[in-house]
């Protein structure tokens, strides 16, 4: 049995629904870790998809923090982006290369629509921005304040994390809070290279969430010493949240054709079998 599974073998659920878009940015969590709960959200880039969702489906406050996404320097982006076009640098290039004319129109039209898309939600009541960077670096905003923030205003919290690798390490902070989270989705990166932080990270989560949902996303390479790919998205509940006797996956393919969709659209899923 490859250990990784292994160690990942989820809980049955039947209440499972998909928050976000039907490839990377979408995550499949269980519909009772959303009532009565607020989003706390680690990392955005260009996918707000899990939070337009968590809205619609809630109503519920949500709490995003992402440093690289400040609406500014997305126009700043989009303005020198525009700017190029006008140079004579630009078009002596486009004559040697054509197609570099539409790759950079492409570009403008993909910073104007994260511009105005994203200025559009966050400015939206119930929906709060913070451009700080989440980790357990001492000059960066840490977790444990943020909890500890929302819990005096808020009964239960939803917390997602998709941080590039700072996830790791996070792991303590979530467990003495869980008494006010109901579930988790993290995107777990470089499980290979990681595998030994990654392993004590999920043992430690297991001590008070159980893992009712996995997917690999198929943006990130397959490992041979792993046997699987490098780049997990991991959904928890809170165990408080489940009566009755626990039953775990056995055998077959799990990867779920009505919930699972491969991140990158353009290459198949990569499908998890126990």
């Not at 959303?34 to 706390?40: A, G, H, Q, Y």
């Not at 996956?249 to 491969?262: E, K, R």
Request: one cysteine or more.
């Amino acid at each position: 049995m490859n250990s990784v599974y292994e160690l990942l073998r989820p809980l049955v659920t039947d209440d499972k629904v998909r928050l976000g878009d039907l490839e990377d940015g979408g995550y499949v969590i269980n519909r009772r870790t959303l009532e009565k709960t607020v989003l706390i959200s680690l990392g955005v880039g260009d996918n707000w998809s899990f939070e337009k969702d968590f809205l619609k489906h809630t109503g519920a406050d949500i709490y995003m923090f992402d440093a690289s996404v400040r609406p500014m320097e997305r126009m700043k982006k989009l303005i020198n982006l525009v700017i190029e076009i006008f140079s004579l640098f630009f078009w002596i290039n486009v004559i040697k290369w054509p197609y570099k004319l539409k790759r950079q129109i492409l570009k403008i039209k993909k910073y104007f629509y994260l511009y105005k898309s994203f200025s559009a939600f966050i400015s939206q009541d119930k929906v709060y921005y913070f451009p700080k960077l989440v980790s357990n670096r001492e000059n960066d905003l840490h977790l444990e304040d943020i909890i500890l923030e929302k819990v005096k205003v808020h009964d239960a919290l939803f917390i997602k994390i998709d941080i590039d690798g700072d996830e790791y390490g996070l792991e303590n902070t979530l467990n003495r809070h869980s008494n006010k989270i109901a579930g988790l989705a993290i995107e777990f990166h470089d499980i290979d290279r990681k595998f030994n932080q990654f392993k004590e990270m999920i043992e430690t989560l297991k001590d008070k969430y159980y893992i009712t949902h996995i997917h690999a996303n198929n943006f990130s390479e397959y490992c041979e010493l792993i046997e699987t790919l490098t780049v997990f998205e991991i959904s928890f509940i809170n165990k408080e949240m489940y009566t009755g006797n626990p039953s775990y996956f056995q055998s077959g393919i799990y990867t779920d054709s009505l919930l699972d969709y491969p991140c990158n659209s353009r290459w198949k899923e990569f499908v998890i079998s126990y």
